[in-house]
């Protein structure tokens, strides 16, 4: 079993002194100066061994990642885990990371962190098509000075978004002494639900453009901002056309990305009608849909209500 760290180890002076002998001295003065040349907002505690938090802001999100995710950079170094002084690296100085898991289009805003000494911390992003050098959205940043157990919180001056071609990570450096307990991230979710289409409605007119819709044919229309899921709209036939034992038609919306599934979106049963449908369908990543016409021709005309993201 690993030796307990001992309170002498975590002695801010002891600890200061090991950062400088392995930063030098106008290095750590850099490092102490980070959190001001980087600009963030940093809420110190009051004093070392109390918990000092900032504000939360109105209309975020909270997840916590607790120290046991915390990893060594390199795995055969190990790492040092007690209740009191939370975890680091076996070695010293050395990184620890954690995976940051949030949905695409999350909004990082604000990072609060528990903490012994002084370790400083950083978001990391590794772009899946460019996976090195790793980027640096935010930080690295110096947490304030002293023993602990402290918390400091971090407002973000450039927010951090989650992309869906990168993987995301809280990164700590640590010296001797330098350890963590946790670390908790504010975020915006991304948007969800319903919002309402603006501008004109009208996106399909086939009697303006394009013609009747004849019987098996696909036209593509752009019924939502790209990135949504579905598209709700009123899908109109009209100047249906039909005769003798034939009388009745149908057109049929869907994704723009699949194949022809089968269904009706409208029918109509004789010639000269002019009916009108609301659709809720799954639409491509472009927001497009596919209509497909039934056994006779129509007219078509579509009209946006709005989309669900």
Not at 59 to 67: A, P, Q
Not at 148 to 168: H, M, N, R, S, W
Request: with cysteine.
């Amino acid at each position: 079993m690993t030796e307990p760290i001992t309170l002498d180890d975590l002695h801010p002076d002891n600890a200061v002194s090991r950062r400088n002998l392995f930063l030098g001295a106008g290095a750590a003065a850099l490092a102490a100066g980070a959190v001001a040349s980087f600009g963030s907002t940093a809420h110190a505690a009051a004093a070392p061994h109390a918990a000092a938090l900032g504000a939360p802001i109105a209309g975020l999100t909270y997840f916590g990642i607790d120290c046991m995710a915390f990893l060594p950079d390199s795995f055969s170094d190990g790492r040092i885990y007690q209740e009191i002084t939370g975890v680091q690296p076996l070695t010293t100085p050395n990184e620890m990371w954690a995976p940051i898991q949030l949905p695409v289009g999350s909004v990082i805003r604000q990072l609060n962190i528990a903490y012994q000494v002084q370790p400083i911390i950083s978001i990391t992003k590794r772009p899946l098509l460019a996976p090195t050098p790793l980027q640096v959205p935010f930080g690295p940043v110096t947490t304030a000075a002293g023993g602990g157990p402290k918390t400091q919180t971090f407002d973000l001056p450039t927010p951090v978004t989650i992309e869906a071609d990168a993987t995301y990570t809280v990164r700590t450096f640590h010296s001797a002494g330098d350890s963590v307990f946790g670390v908790t991230v504010g975020y915006t979710p991304p948007v969800s639900g319903f919002v309402a289409s603006t501008g004109d409605p009208r996106v399909l007119d086939s009697r303006i453009t394009g013609g009747k819709l004849t019987p098996a044919e696909e036209r593509t229309v752009v019924v939502a901002p790209a990135g949504a899921r579905f598209a709700i709209f009123n899908l109109a036939v009209v100047d249906t056309e039909g005769a003798g034992t034939n009388l009745g038609g149908f057109v049929a919306c869907f994704a723009a990305n699949i194949a022809y599934p089968g269904n009706s979106s409208i029918n109509w049963f004789g010639p000269s009608q002019i009916l009108s449908n609301t659709v809720v369908c799954a639409v491509d990543a472009n927001g497009a849909i596919k209509i497909r016409g039934g056994a006779n021709k129509t007219n078509v005309v579509i009209d946006k209500i709005g989309s669900i993201l």
